[in-house]
């Protein structure tokens, strides 16, 4: 097992590349630095680091242990802040993880409310993918999440549906198209398609849908946010896809979005602990993302 203090040691290589550097970041000397490392290559039983043109360069063993280094770091970091917050009498706390597009169309508002009725609330928000968040609920790594289409597993945690979800057309409001009152797929794909990675539930939407349909599924573009397709049809590149919170987000530029479908198995959704009740805190944000969801009118065809 790697102690705190070897963590440290390899997040600052990490973000210095050299022993001097790092361990001058830490507060600790050249000489130790370099003891520590060694010591922990012994104990890991490969290299972390190799030398070039003298630097130290991260082996392939030591970059793949990197990803987990800085996740054990913001959690040790974590409890270290919420210690803190309990002995300042601070103890209201909530931790969140959201999917991108709905940590920035949901929650400022319901924050905003869940921090005037608990003025000395502190929040902790992680970002992730639909799986991850559930990963985080599970783990009690979060205390709500906020998802898309994701399934959970019923045994560990509870999943509560706020809206249905379908999928939207953006269009720059001088496109050819932008004063029709509907579009096909058929016609999306002949305008140039800015797609979502299947990745993601809308990505994956809009690839069967065209499926579906016997149409090629040939994107212009294919992006890994529902903010980065909305921007590029704002260029004019073409006819972004995304789902409805992207669509909303969209509405917000300035831009043209025009109803496709409804994705019948993927809706918007909150998952928390099983095992883990909410508290006052907790409640009242859930309560407060509902309204939110009211306000911005995320249902089909909207």
Not at 141 to 149: A, C, F, N, Q, S
Not at 157 to 174: N, T, Y
Not at 257 to 272: F, G, P, Q
């Amino acid at each position: 097992m790697l102690s705190r203090r070897e963590l440290l040691l390899l997040r600052a290589m990490y973000q210095h590349g050299t022993v001097t550097a790092a361990a001058h970041s830490i507060h600790m000397t050249q000489p130790a630095a370099s003891a520590l490392l060694k010591d922990m290559e012994t104990r890991l039983g490969f290299a972390l680091f190799s030398r070039e043109n003298r630097r130290l360069h991260l082996t392939s063993q030591g970059r793949s242990l990197i990803p987990e280094v800085l996740n054990a770091l913001s959690g040790m970091e974590s409890v270290d802040r919420l210690a803190s917050d309990i002995r300042q009498g601070a103890s209201d706390r909530l931790s969140i993880g959201a999917v991108a597009v709905a940590s920035s169309m949901l929650l400022p508002p319901a924050l905003v409310t869940v921090r005037r009725a608990y003025p000395g609330i502190t929040f902790t928000v992680r970002a992730g993918s639909g799986l991850e968040i559930v990963e985080m609920a599970v783990d009690h790594r979060i205390d709500l999440g906020i998802v898309i289409g994701s399934s959970a597993p019923t045994d560990r945690v509870l999943k509560e549906p706020l809206a249905a979800v379908s999928l939207f057309a953006i269009l720059h409001p001088d496109h050819p198209q932008a004063h029709a009152k509907a579009l096909t797929l058929a016609e999306v794909a002949a305008l140039g398609l800015i797609a979502l990675s299947p990745a993601l539930p809308a990505g994956l939407a809009t690839q069967q849908a065209f499926q579906d349909c016997g149409l090629d599924y040939r994107p212009l573009m294919e992006v890994a946010q529902s903010f980065t397709a909305c921007e590029l049809a704002g260029e004019q590149l073409g006819v972004a896809v995304v789902e409805s919170l992207g669509a909303r987000y969209a509405q917000r530029m300035g831009l043209v979005a025009r109803h496709l479908l409804t994705m019948n198995d993927s809706a918007l959704s909150l998952v928390s602990p099983k095992d883990r009740p909410l508290g006052g805190p907790g409640q009242c944000l859930r309560e407060a993302l509902r309204a939110a969801v009211q306000g911005l009118g995320v249902m089909p065809g909207s």
